[in-house]
T-cell receptor, first 115, second 115 residues
Framework: ELKVEQNPLFLSMQEGKNYTIYCNYS?????LYWYRQDPGKSLESLFV?????AVKQEGRLMASLDTKARLSTLHITAAVHDLSATYFC???????????????FGKGTKLTVNP | DTGVSQNPRHKITKRGQNVTFRCDPI?????LYWYRQTLGQGPEFLTY????????KSRLLSDRFSAERPKGSFSTLEIQRTEQGDSAMYLC?????????????FGQGTRLTVV
């Protein structure tokens, strides 16, 4: 059964600092997704990582995928308050009976960026 | 609005009552998913439709839960005889079949509170 683990679960950082969130998963997958969730809101797609070695950047966020290590990272550069949110990684379960490719999510990393 | 739409946004109900939620996916998406999210957790998969066919259900989905997607368009999720443990955010997502590189797009969710 596919399991997805994120760490840290809580991250408090000062504006201007850098940090990395880690996402490990337990079974082979060729894709990984990062989502952002603001309090009381739904999930916003941030990155779609489709292959080993994939790297994508958007503003102060950069995501990478290593399928051999079953590891993805979300790197935050020079954090600003607007990045405060919960970040989820999600991995599709590829061999399900109904072919759903349902997403298995990590528990999320709650990021707070302090002025 | 071309995104995934869910109604109602909030529902408060008394224990033992039945509730029904609606999801309107992105019009050209034939894959539809329901997830449940409790406080501090990532979303958990409930069920999956491809067009009108319900192809996959999670073991989390008890007999009190039923979902439909008539004509492969909108979907409904009904919970009968609600219990306090059903309190959660219910998220609907849709995705286009046949394109490996697309992510699931989530609706705003329906927050259910059972009192």
């Amino acid at each position: 059964e596919l399991k997805v683990e994120q760490n840290p679960l809580f991250l408090s950082m000062q504006e201007g600092k850098n940090y990395t969130i880690y996402c490990n998963y337990s079974t082979t997958s060729d894709r990984l997704y990062w989502y952002r969730q603001d309090p009381g809101k739904s999930l916003e797609s941030l990155f779609v990582l489709l292959s080993n070695g994939a790297v994508k950047q958007e503003g102060r966020l950069m995501a990478s995928l290593d399928t051999k290590a079953r590891l993805s990272t979300l790197h935050i550069t020079a954090a600003v308050h607007d990045l405060s949110a919960t970040y989820f990684c999600a991995v599709p379960a590829l061999r399900t009976q109904g072919g759903s490719e349902k997403l298995v999510f990590g528990k999320g990393t709650k990021l707070t960026v302090n002025p | 609005d071309t995104g995934v739409s869910q109604n109602p946004r909030h529902k408060i109900t008394k224990r033992g009552q039945n509730v029904t939620f609606r999801c309107d996916p992105i019009s050209e998406h034939n894959r539809l998913y329901w997830y449940r999210q409790t406080l501090g957790q990532g979303p958990e998969f409930l069920t999956y439709f491809q067009n009108e066919a319900q192809l996959e259900k999670s073991r989390l989905l008890s007999d009190r839960f039923s979902a439909e997607r008539p004509k492969g368009s909108f979907s409904t999720l009904e919970i009968q005889r609600t219990e306090q443990g059903d309190s959660a955010m219910y998220l609907c997502a849709s995705r286009m079949k046949g394109q490996m590189n697309t992510e699931a797009f989530f609706g705003q969710g329906t927050r259910l509170t059972v009192v």
